[in-house]
């Protein structure tokens, strides 16, 4: 009996001392990554307004997963030789936790670059985002979905997931390009530009709108701080004959005065008001409507929405494809070219002739042929699904909404620069 004791006891010795092995290796290269932590500073920062100024992170002790020390800068990119994985116990979630105490304290954010920066990894990682977006402070969180507008936020706050490497990725970017104003004087302007330019960003398609609103010089100013992607398209139609200038523009700092920039504040809101806290909730019940309707005809689907208030976010999510149906011929025939016959034939599936007749009318002869058969194939393979019908007809009825947006967003822009022009001339 005293050896096998003995022997458990020489068990017990080495156990421990592989245990401390391990544990003093992973501590050591805990140790390095944390020292080479550096957020922002990088040659890869950049920024508008007053200048971008981050500095080093203080984690917790026992607090850190996959971080970067990236001697280029890199913009905030993570770099593949600092990326380190570490054991379960340490929780990526308390990293992102103490990044986020930096984010919260700048007044400056959310700007234009972090709001265009987490739309951009809504639209491919809406749950990451979505697990991101729940570790902020309420009051934040609130604060950065007021200036959404898309329905990418919506669906990640609505059924957000765990915080993983790209929740940690995206929120490291944040951290780096967070802004700060060094002249003291000029800060509640750089503030209130800021603003305006996230403002004008959620304008979405209603930009051009609000730009023949007001004189082309300022229109021309605010153009020339925004990001050439969104700049040089918007110029094209708000400033024709003249948009290259956007191009050229050297400014360095705004010009306008604080009492211009909280007008136009107020003239973008009146346009797009800041999305309510509420319509989150709301957005849960009626994609449970949604789903409901994808099986549903179009008769069922006409009296579902009637009986929906005006301002229920299931129009912004589901379009109604009944509306498309009922457009007059005037309306419907520049729409119609827009989709494949094939698409059409999918989404007519089970509607009675007399209903889509409209539709019918905008076809030449041979489209007609073409659309007949395909409805006879469809209907003789019996391969088409319910769910096939209803998606095909929530994609034609999105594409309608935005094909009637623009053209009352192109009238409203000619009304408005016609009243500008006759402004001046008196």
């Keep these: 009996m005293m050896w096998i004791l003995g022997l458990g006891v020489v068990m017990l010795v080495l156990l421990g001392l592989v245990y401390f092995l391990v544990s003093s290796v992973a501590i050591t290269r805990i ?3 944390i020292k080479s932590i550096k957020i922002g500073g990088g040659e890869g920062s950049s920024g508008g307004g007053g200048g971008i100024s981050t500095g080093p992170i203080a984690l917790p002790n026992a607090a850190t997963a996959m971080v970067a020390s990236d001697a280029k800068g890199g913009g905030g990119q993570l770099s593949s030789g600092a990326q380190i994985q570490l054991n379960d116990s340490i929780k990526m979630t308390e990293v992102v936790q103490w990044l986020i105490k930096n984010i919260e304290t700048n007044t400056f954010f959310p700007s234009l670059e972090d709001m265009m920066l987490i739309e ?13 977006l729940s570790e902020f402070p309420e009051t934040l969180r609130k604060k950065i979905f007021s200036l959404s507008y898309s329905d990418h936020w919506l669906k990640a706050l609505s059924s ?4 993983d490497h790209v929740s940690f990725e995206l929120v490291n970017k944040l951290v780096k390009g967070l802004k700060t104003e060094i002249d003291v004087a000029t800060h509640l302007q750089s503030m209130m530009w800021e603003d305006l330019m996230v403002y004008c960003w959620r304008l979405n398609d ?34 024709p004959g003249a948009w290259a200038v956007v191009l050229k523009a050297n400014l360095t700092k705004p010009t306008l005065t604080m009492e211009t920039i909280q007008q136009y504040k107020q003239q973008c809101l009146e346009l797009s008001p800041l999305r309510p806290t509420d319509s989150l909730a709301a957005y849960k019940r009626d994609v449970e409507l949604s789903n409901y309707l994808l099986t549903y005809d ?11 208030a005006t301002d229920s976010v299931l129009f912004t999510i589901r379009p109604p494809f009944y509306k498309v149906l009922d457009a007059p011929y005037e309306k419907i025939v520049e729409f119609v070219p827009q989709i494949g016959l094939e698409d059409w034939a999918v989404a007519m599936m089970n509607v ?16 007609k042929f073409q659309f007949i058969e395909f409805l006879k194939r469809f209907d003789k393979s019996g391969q088409l699904k319910p769910t096939h019908i209803g998606n095909a ?15 009352l967003n192109a009238e409203m822009a000619k009304f408005y620069s016609q009243d500008t022009e006759e402004t001046k001339a008196a």
Aim: aromatic share 8%.
């Design 160 to 163: 957000p997931g765990e915080v």
């Design 31 to 33: 140790s390095r990554a």
């Design 206 to 239: 209603k930009l051009p709108v609000f730009l023949k609103m007001i004189p082309n010089a300022d229109a021309l100013e605010i153009l020339s701080f925004l990001p050439r992607s969104l700049s040089i398209k918007v110029a094209r139609e708000v400033l």
């Design 120 to 132: 951009s990894y809504l639209v491919t990682s809406p749950k990451s985002v979505g697990g991101l």
């Design 352 to 367: 009675l002739k007399a209903q889509r007749s409209t539709i019918e009318r905008c076809f030449t002869d041979r489209q």
């Design 298 to 308: 179009n008769i069922v689907e006409k009296e579902i929405y009637g009986a929906l």
């Design 393 to 407: 007809r929530e994609n034609i009825a999105r594409a309608f909404r935005d094909f009637e947006r623009s053209k």
